[in-house]
């Protein structure tokens, strides 16, 4: 396989970002987008993939217990909730694998509380429970965390308003343009319809956000078993295959 | 595969960062007790390349400084060159990644410890590639920083000549000597009158 590109050799081409899949910077219904998303149009960028590969450094710190929430901060037990499990592949657009990506995670406790310093919730914290994890995905392009269900909480956006339960995902992807910060929901939750991160979103393309609920995951007496795929810009072959 | 991916396979979307990444994306940095794999310095001792920091602060539509955004930097060394794997990127004492919020300084600054990129390509002006995520942003953005000492490097760049002339300054980073250190400051407009050019990448 050939080495990483070096410029002006023969580039790999990124795929396009599918604007049609993704929210609109400003969106009525989330009141935080109307003074920080960009107004003037984004301008194109044609630049080569060699400076856009992802960032080498740090996959080389994931601790054993990284992408265990349910032990990467226990304290005197475990954690309260219900357990379960989160698992999935990560794709590139042309159905491959993305292999040895970082996977970050972070959410709220069982009670819809974060650890955030910011988060004023009246809902306990858990002692036992961080709500961040890591991981790297393998040669098929899977990632795995075991965690405890997160609760839904209230936010100001507008009156009554609720965050469905949620938990925030952050990829690299093979470049530096492929990256994704997303959001995972749970199947069948009520919140979802009233949710402007979720109506936000196009339509269409929502179910992409919502995992599904799998009892071949499932592990008996043990935990629930989620599935979550995920699908990143790819480019027309995979120059880093040797890492 | 799961089934709205069986079915409707795509691209996944994006959705904000939120206003509570910091225990999950930079730990360290807002002091909680859990490791970041990226922070903000990108450039070791051993790195090539003028040792510089690079700092700035993040406006919203309305001038107020955020408080809740994170800034990743993308950059080659001194040399123009990036690691290519991690023993590499040890050997060198460059990491060509840094993260940043910009919740822990009283200013509200991000500030990343590294080295001036060198250029990439003949042709090209030397830049750093950066990601900017915050609350209320749906996508992240994709922006570049210049150097203001590169005038003529930026003048045959074409990924800078294709930005509108009067919009050209709000990719150029300032630079600042003082007591011997050198300091670039580049702040982000997400919006306004010098909104920061935002790249399709």
């Known amino acids: 396989m050939t080495s990483p590109a070096t410029p002006g050799a023969a580039l790999p081409k990124l795929d396009p970002r599918d604007w049609e899949s993704h929210p609109k910077y400003i969106y009525s219904g989330y009141k935080s987008t109307a003074k920080r998303g960009p107004l003037q149009p984004l301008i194109p960028l044609k630049a080569s993939l060699g400076e856009l590969q992802q960032p080498v450094y740090g996959h080389s710190s994931i601790g054993e217990f990284d992408h265990d929430l349910t032990r990467n901060a226990r304290r005197n037990g475990e954690p309260i909730g219900e357990r379960m499990i989160l698992t999935g592949q990560v794709f590139d657009e042309r159905r491959r694998p993305v292999r040895n990506t970082l996977v970050e995670l972070w959410q709220a406790n069982a009670s819809g509380r974060y650890v955030h310093k910011v988060d004023q919730h009246d809902a306990p914290l858990d002692p036992n429970f961080l709500g961040a994890g890591r991981c790297l995905t393998d040669d098929e392009g899977r990632y795995r965390f075991l965690t405890i269900k997160p609760g839904a909480y209230p936010w100001g956006n507008h009156p009554n308003a609720w965050r469905p339960q949620h938990i925030h995902l952050s990829l690299f992807g093979q470049h530096f343009a492929s990256r994704l910060v997303t959001q995972m929901y749970f199947p069948g939750d009520p919140l979802l319809q009233y949710d402007p991160m979720v109506t936000g979103t196009p339509e269409k393309y929502r179910n992409r956000l919502i995992a599904d609920f799998s009892l071949d995951i499932t592990e008996p007496d043990f935990a629930l078993g989620y599935q979550f795929d995920i699908v990143l810009r790819g480019a027309d072959e995979t120059p880093f295959e040797n890492r | ?201």
């Open chain 2, 1 to 201: 595969m799961m089934s709205a991916q069986e079915t409707n396979f795509g691209q996944t979307p994006s959705q904000t960062v939120g206003p509570y990444f910091a225990y999950g994306l930079t730990a360290t940095q807002y002091g909680y007790d859990f490791d970041q794999p990226f922070d903000a310095t990108v450039a070791l001792d051993a790195a090539v390349g003028e040792r510089i920091r690079l700092e700035g602060r993040v406006f919203d539509g309305d001038g107020n400084a955020i408080f809740d955004a994170m800034i990743e930097i993308s950059q080659p060394d001194g040399e123009g060159r990036y690691p290519q794997s991690v023993e590499d990127a040890q050997a060198r004492g460059f990491r060509a990644f840094g993260r940043c919020g910009t919740g822990t300084d009283a200013q509200k600054r991000f500030v990343f410890h590294t080295v001036k990129p060198g250029a990439e390509a003949p042709g090209e002006a030397p830049h750093i590639n950066v990601i900017v995520t915050m609350r209320g942003l749906l996508l992240h953005a994709f922006t570049r920083i210049y150097f203001s000492d590169e005038a003529a490097a930026n003048a045959e760049d074409a990924v800078l000549q294709s930005v509108p002339a009067a919009r050209r300054p709000t990719l150029i980073a300032q630079r600042v000597e003082q007591d011997g250190a050198v300091l670039y400051r580049f702040d982000i407009h997400m919006q306004g009158a010098n909104e920061t050019v935002f790249f399709d990448v």
